[in-house]
């Protein structure tokens, strides 16, 4: 065989092959391509899903209060008002809402005046006496010692609610607690 016919042959055999070669170069940078698409996607759904709820300390608890401090009489005292010390902060944004939720439907029904971000005192005199609904309960315990046991009291859970402006809700739950009347056989709901 001769020397050009050995070249020939050689550029045959290897021409197709350069092309496979090509191509899988091709294939596997296109490869790349996407899967960093794919990263990018990911980071993005991330960031949106990193939101941080608001942080509330404190709560929120049933009172007479008086709307015109400090020089007020016990006849200007107005009952039910919602009073106690909060703080409320949203660390990637702010607070929209702040309040209480008093018929667990997950929606706050009383607003809280303030600034969200300072822990102080809040108080707020729409409170509405109808939305207050407690529930009977008797202590108990294994030990008859107790003085307590047998005797009634009434309970009503409220929702302390606070929204940031992403729309994220913290919900801390609290208990009120009521006396209950042995002679009326009702919850107290008066101061
Ligand atoms: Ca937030
Ligand atoms: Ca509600």
Known sequence: MRNDQIFVL??????PM???FDGAVGDAEGTDESESTVINNYYNNTTVEQNSPPVLVGG???TSSCPINPECGVNEMIWPTLSGFSMVQDYDGHVVSFGI???LDLTIDFEM???YSQYEMRMSFEMNESLLNPIQESYYSTSPSMV?????????IVNIIAIDDDD???ISPQVWIFDWDTESETCVIEP
């Open 10 to 15: 050689m550029l045959v055999v290897l021409l």
């Open 18 to 20: 350069s092309g496979c």
């Open 60 to 62: 929120i608890a049933l």
């Open 101 to 103: 939720d008093l018929d």
């Open 113 to 115: 005046p303030g600034n």
């Open 148 to 156: 307590d046991v047998g005797r009634s009291y009434c309970y009503q």
């Open 168 to 170: 994220a809700a913290t």
